[in-house]
């Protein structure tokens, strides 16, 4: 087996393909409300129809060209950001007590850890008590959650705590 450090970083960027299908559905679906509303003899706001098919001609390209990492799986630890100007937050291994993945409905896929607390002169410093956790989006990621999830487990074993061999 490879020690932790000589594995490389597994880089997770935005998933430009589920974000332009999104656009090209809000336009269709933006489309075919404006043609029942016009069968219907309304005169439906065509600013709607515009504003969707602005949003694809400029939007779409940008979604295409953002290739920034979002997420960095590496020997020493995890970093991500949350949007492309964001700075890229680091965070060790050794800080980080346990992660587990949640749906948030709308909010979408949240990897949250749970992370050790920080020096008591810091949290006295910002007044903050706990709990000490992060939540990173992971919902429009181009990496499917199980092979993040073995990335993370390869590099740090303790956290996704395994499950029994009889659970569901």
């Known amino acids: 087996m490879t020690d932790i450090t000589d594995a490389g970083p597994l880089v997770a960027r935005r998933d430009w393909r589920k974000a332009v299908i999104s656009s090209a559905i809000m336009l269709l679906i933006a489309a075919a409300w404006m043609g029942w509303r016009a069968a219907q003899g309304d005169h439906p706001p065509w600013i709607v129809l515009g504003l969707a098919a602005a949003w694809c001609v400029i939007g779409v390209p940008l ?56 020096p008591v002169v810091e949290q006295q410093a910002s007044d903050r008590t706990g709990p000490f956790t992060v939540d990173i989006e992971v919902g429009g990621l181009d990496l499917s959650r199980t092979a993040l999830q073995a990335a993370i487990r390869r590099r740090a074993p303790h956290l996704f705590g395994r499950k029994p061999r009889n659970a569901a």
Do not use: C, M, Q
């Open 63 to 118: 979604l295409i060209r953002d290739r920034v990492p979002r997420l960095i799986i590496a020997g020493e630890g995890l970093s991500w950001r949350e949007t492309r100007k964001d700075p890229l937050y680091f965070l060790p291994w050794s800080r980080i007590l346990s992660a587990r993945y949640e749906n948030r409905g709308e909010d979408g896929h949240v990897l949250s850890l749970t992370l050790t607390p920080p």
